[in-house]
């Protein structure tokens, strides 16, 4: 059931569901999560449950502010609270340690539990409603089925879950792909999943370069090297092997879509073509609603144009590599 997320009374029927241990959809500026309360585990199980995750494959806990943070790690690290300063609220997750015997199931049983504070004003208001309620914290990964292109309007949530789940409607997400993730842990800031936030602003405002993941780093969400992916398949390609490869195909291509920077010449009659934008924030915002777009098309392939190996493209190329199954 889609509700106005803008109504103070349906953000009070939200908190009141989360209270009772029950789900509610909501919107963030990067993508919609689907939220229990964190401090539930009972509640945390059945957003493993509805999405068919892992239970090993930790997720997002969501606080309405720093002080909300306490509640799920014993001491936040100055490194975390450096990056806590210079971007909460906003698109960045830092992992912490996680304060024992509290959120276990929401951080996949690791001793590390990932927080963040979104910027969104329907998320806001339903943290800090939640909060006057006693819930510290909402555990919430994307609102889609595990593995498949996250939402970025209620409408796709809806499509997803039916109308039995509560949808907070606050509009399409302004970013449009999910938050970086800094493991805050040790010595030096790790980077373990790209978004919107640049390295280089998340080294300066760290004040020390990011270092690479290893083994011992913490399972982070949407890291695995197949995700957000569409039901067709999806190829990422060069501009000149794009080109070439629509250059041999037939007068009626069909099922074929294209997702390019520019619109390429002698396209075959029948192939769906998407204009990416040129600029990365732009591409963000769109990408998943694109992909949801021709999927709903029912096309059988999508070759996507790979993005500049620019920086601020990180993000964006980062979820169609994985859309992409990895390759």
């Keep these: 059931m889609i509700a106005d997320g803008l109504d103070g009374g349906v953000i009070e029927r939200a908190a009141d569901r989360l209270a009772a241990g029950d789900l509610v959809a909501f919107p963030t500026e990067t993508v919609y999560g689907l939220g229990a309360r964190a401090d539930d585990d009972a ?19 969501h606080v309405a502010d720093r002080a909300g943070a306490d509640a799920f790690t014993a001491s936040m690290p100055d490194l975390a609270e450096r990056l806590v300063e210079a971007f909460w609220p906003g698109p960045l997750t830092v992992i912490v340690g996680r304060r024992p015997g509290v959120a276990a199931a929401a951080a996949g049983g690791q001793s590390t539990i990932g927080l963040r504070c979104p910027a969104h004003p329907v998320a806001h208001a339903l943290l800090v409603a939640a909060a006057a309620r006693g819930v510290a914290g909402v555990a919430a990964p994307s609102a889609n089925r595990f593995g498949r292109v996250s939402p970025t309007t209620a409408a796709h949530v809806a499509g997803e879950f039916g109308d039995d789940l509560l949808v907070l409607d606050g509009g399409a997400c302004r970013l449009g792909i999910e938050s970086a993730i800094v493991d805050c842990t040790g010595e030096w800031p790790v980077l373990l999943r790209p978004g919107t936030l640049t390295a280089a602003r998340i080294e300066a405002a760290a004040g020390r370069p990011l270092a690479g993941a290893t083994q011992a780093s913490p399972r982070a969400p949407g890291t695995l090297d197949s995700h957000y992916a569409p039901r067709a398949k999806l190829r990422l390609m060069a501009g000149p092997m794009l080109r070439s490869a629509l250059g041999v195909l037939g007068q009626e291509a069909l099922q074929l879509a294209v997702y390019s920077r520019s619109v390429p010449s002698g396209v075959a009659t029948g192939v769906r073509h998407r204009r990416m934008p040129a600029r990365p924030e732009q591409a963000a915002h769109e990408l998943f609603a694109v992909l949801r777009e021709l999927d709903g098309e029912g096309v059988h392939l999508i070759w996507v144009e790979e993005p500049p190996a620019d920086p601020e493209w990180d993000g964006v190329r980062d979820r169609l590599r994985r859309a992409a199954g990895g390759l």
Excluded at 43 to 61: D, M, N, Q, S
């Design 43 to 61: 509640a945390t199980a059945k957003i493993f449950t509805l999405k068919g995750r892992p239970a090993a494959h930790p997720l997002i806990v």
